[in-house]
């Protein structure tokens, strides 16, 4: 019964997919909004500014069964959200595709932990998609502790140690209001690449010396002993 209510929300979603790629491609904005919402409300009953009215924790937790992310719904939901901000964005209304561009992110990523398999959308492309979109700006801590274990988890391990020494500027830390977290985070970042074979750090775009020289620098600017 599950796999029968997955296979209809996928259908659905197939059909709502093809019909906004129609829209955008005759730059029909005010049709995206219209049938974004619809499809939000009619699958999902929610629609975008309900959406937007949440916080992240909030917002994944309604999307969780027994602790557990409903991903191909997350998926859907980040697509259309996304899809509503680069109408936004052609409408010149950036604050209102950014909120989206940045809730659809967090869904991504939070559905590619689980490693979804939905074939209309490749969450990869819309990630990095999303990534080049808000790169512009400066993102919530706990959005850029969800790109380093994204990052992570897909084997860019150069990429993730960036975004970790991001996390140690002073005025990121005082958001997050413990050095201590992104201490840990980054000595088991470390700690984890170590253990790896050295093609697979090279993979990664780190090889073992310069995981080792990351490593004491990283120790050296959060004063670790």
């Known amino acids: 019964m599950q796999r029968d209510y997955i296979m209809r929300m996928l259908t659905q979603f197939t059909a709502a997919v093809a019909q906004l790629m129609g829209l955008k491609q005759e730059k029909k904005h005010d049709q995206i909004f219209i049938v974004v919402n619809d499809t939000l409300e009619k699958y999902y009953r929610l629609n975008s500014k309900l959406l937007q009215s949440m916080s992240d924790r ?90 380093f274990h994204y990052l992570l988890h897909i084997g860019h391990y150069a990429s993730a140690e960036d975004v970790l020494f991001e996390l140690t500027s002073l005025q990121k830390m005082n958001e997050y209001h413990s050095t201590n977290k992104i201490a840990l985070l980054g000595v088991q970042f470390y700690e984890q690449l170590l253990l790896k074979a050295d093609y697979e750090l090279i993979a990664g775009g780190l090889p073992r010396d310069e995981v080792t020289q990351g490593l004491a620098q990283f120790k050296q600017i959060l004063r670790i002993e």
Request: aromatic share 6%; proline share 2%.
């Open 58 to 147: 909030d917002l994944l937790s309604m999307l969780k069964t027994n602790e557990m992310l409903d991903t191909e719904k997350a998926i859907m939901i980040a697509y259309l959200l996304k899809t509503e901000g680069e109408s936004y964005e052609a409408l010149e209304q950036l604050e209102e595709s950014y909120k989206r561009y940045l809730t659809s992110l967090t869904l991504f990523l939070a559905a590619a932990e689980n490693d979804p398999n939905v074939s209309i959308i490749n969450i990869d492309d819309e990630i990095d998609d999303l990534l080049t979109k808000l790169g512009t700006y400066e993102l919530p801590i706990e959005n850029n502790i969800q790109i």
